[in-house]
Each structure stands twice: as C-alpha cells, then as structure tokens.
C-alpha cells in the first residue's frame, strides 16, 4: 500500500517570529514548506531572507512593486492611520501567493497572522474579508490561531490535522517567545511593521506626491526615501541631500525632471528640483539648498542650476526651511 501524499504549503514570509513559527509548526505536523515574501518600494526581502536561512526554509522573492504602487494609490478598502491599506494589501499578497501556488503545485497557502495581534486587520472579521478579498479563501490557513478560527477548508480535505494546529490570539508575545525557545529559535527581530506605509513621515512625503503626481512610477516613490523633502509650492518641490552618502544616491536616482542644484564656492548638498526654471520657486530652492550648505543666513551664494546656469541667492537656513518640509 502506498503511502499518503505528503501535503505542500506554500508561506507568506514576512520575517517576523509569528511567520518563523509558522514555518516550524508545519513542518513539525509533517508539511513540506516553502515560502514567499515579496519586494515592493514600501518593504524589504532582507529581513525576511536572514530569518529564512536561519530556520532553513526554502524562501522565493516576488517583485510585485508595480501592481502594489497602484494598489496603494487607490486601495478599494481606503487605508489605515497612515497610508496603509492593510486589508486589500494583504487580500493582494494572497493573490500573489496563489498564482505561485497554481504554477508550483502546493496545495495551500498560510500566514503567521495571530488572531487580534493587530486589532483592526487582524480580526475575525478583516481575515475573513482578506481570505474573500483575495480569491484564495478555500486555500488559506492560518496555523498559528487555527483553533480559535473556523475550520478552514485546507483542515477539511485533511491536508492539515487541526490537532496539530494552535490557538493563539490577542496582543501578548509570550506564548510565541515560549514556541520560539522550544524549536530552537534564537535570532528573531523585534515586533516591527517594516512597512513604510505605516510611517507618518514616509505617508506624509507619498501622500503630497501622489496628490500632486498621481501617475507617479516606481523611481519617484525610491526618491521619497532620501534626503529632506520640501514642497515649496503647488507647482515645485524640492530635495535636499543630508550627506555625502544620500548626495550620491540622489545622483543616481534623479529622474530626467529633476534641476540639478549646487552651492558654488562653499560646501553644499545636491538639491533636485520640481518646478519652473522662471519665477520665485527657483530662486527660494536654490535659497534653501544655500542654506543647508556652509553658508551663513542671509549669505550671498551662488547656485549653478543643471550645471548651465547661475543664480545670486541669500542663504534660508534651516528654520526657515521649516514650513515646507513634508
């Protein structure tokens, strides 16, 4: 008699200990595992890429950036404190999961989510609505709160016995520290988002973006993540370097709408400028780039402007560049 076809199920990775667990939890039932975490301008693989090789699973990255940037600009199901759309991203990870899932042969996806963690995605109601949401609703499972959950359908085809399964909810850690120590789980990051969606200063810089340039692509939004961001007027934006280090990023990043500007004669960063070459938007940008540089309030500078032109300006410093920061 031969035996039973052992049952494949494919993760959602985020790297977190409640997806580490997960991993572990099925692989104990006698599941063969694999997972998946996905790329996008708003969350990093790496995480999820050192805690996979520390519980040695086999881990594919997904570049989904594109659909997830138009995801964000218009979520059906509106977004969370910040520019967060929790629900329809995570019906939208589902998504993705499932089509791995079809192509690859697994016979069911699964999450590390704990019932009521995240009070407001994390409900019976918001998992019902992803699962729904996604179209995989028949293939999810969810291990770790499956006993405090409804049956899922993977548990009904006996893909996975419940027995095996947990009961986890609410917001305490200490359950899954404990679950941690027993299999063996000893590098884990804190309890993090890693979402930059969840972010009020990263929401505040996408959300003036996109009201402004609502067909922004997948370059614009990579420059929300350095250097100070000033919107100088409805019509101009400005983006100042830090450092050394995010000046030479912003050189490589800058798209071919972007004014170069550089303080001449005195140590200053790269500024890229949105706006009209004519009128007073270029001149108080080339003002605050003086500012950030070596030169004093007030300080009569000169900024070359795409290495072709050059304006006399008197140096705004930091305080009066306070208004327009997003």
Known sequence: MSEAKQSRGLGIFSGGLDSMLAVKLLERAGIQVAVVTFATPFFSPERAMVSAKHIGVPLQVAQVGGPHLELVKDPPHGYGSNMNPCIDCHAFMFAQAGKI?????????????????????????ALAQVAKLSGMAEHILRPLSAQVLPVSPVEERGLVERELLLGLSGRS?????????????SDYPAPAGGCLLTEPGFSNRLRDLLSHQPDAGLAEVELLKQGRHLRLSPAAKLIV??????????????????????????????????????????????????????????????????????????????????????
């Open 101 to 125: 899932m079809a192509e690859q042969g697994f016979d069911f996806l699964f999450s590390g989510e704990v019932l009521g963690q995240r009070p407001m995605s994390q409900n019976k109601q």
């Open 173 to 185: 850690r200490k359950p899954q520290m404990a679950l941690a120590q027993e299999f063996g789980i």
């Open 241 to 326: 370097g830090r450092n050394q280090k995010e000046n030479q990023i912003l050189e490589k990043l800058a798209p071919p709408s972007a004014h170069w500007l550089i303080t001449q004669g005195l140590p200053g960063p790269l500024g890229l400028y949105f706006g009209p070459l004519d009128g007073p938007d270029l001149e108080l940008a080339a003002a605050l780039v003086a500012g950030y540089g070596k030169a004093g309030p007030g300080q009569v500078v000169t900024v070359e402007v795409d290495r072709e032109q050059s304006l006399e300006v008197a140096a705004q410093g930091p305080r009066l560049a306070a208004p327009y920061l997003l």
